[in-house]
Nanobody, 121 residues
Framework: QLQLMESGGGLVQAGGSLRLSCAAS????????MGWYRQSSGKQRELVAR???????SYADSVKGRFTISRDNAKNTVYLQMNSLKPEDTAVYYC???????????????WGKGTLVTVSS
């Protein structure tokens, strides 16, 4: 059974840092893009950062220069290092992965259950 195990959320003061992790497991053949989205109360889910298999990254303008996405292909894990956190970064952060299961020819998109990040002022 496929699992996306997120960790690293919590409460932090403004200006602080957190590191999110998302590990994919369960008969995985290949992973293409991995990313982080977030959704705050009353708002739509938005892309925070994304990294493709070749290592190219993209970021939302609001987090450029503060957040860094990286991946460990050997561990099927994606990370989000969040520095200089602001109260407006408060949201549930979701891991999102495009991967191909063993025995399948198709890449499919999967979501984690989310981890809450709260930044106090």
């Amino acid at each position: 059974q496929l699992q996306l195990m997120e960790s690293g959320g919590g409460l932090v003061q403004a200006g602080g840092s957190l590191r999110l992790s998302c590990a994919a497991s369960g008969s995985i053949s290949s992973i293409n893009a991995m990313g982080w989205y977030r959704q705050s109360s009353g708002k739509q889910r938005e892309l925070v950062a994304r990294i493709i298999s070749g290592g190219s990254t993209s970021y939302a303008d609001s987090v450029k220069g503060r957040f860094t996405i990286s991946r460990d292909n050997a561990k099927n894990t994606v990370y989000l290092q969040m520095n200089s956190l602001k109260p407006e970064d408060t949201a549930v952060y979701y891991c999102n992965v495009d991967l191909r299961r063993s025995g399948s020819l198709l890449f499919m998109n999967y979501w984690g259950k989310g981890t809450l990040v709260t930044v106090s002022s």
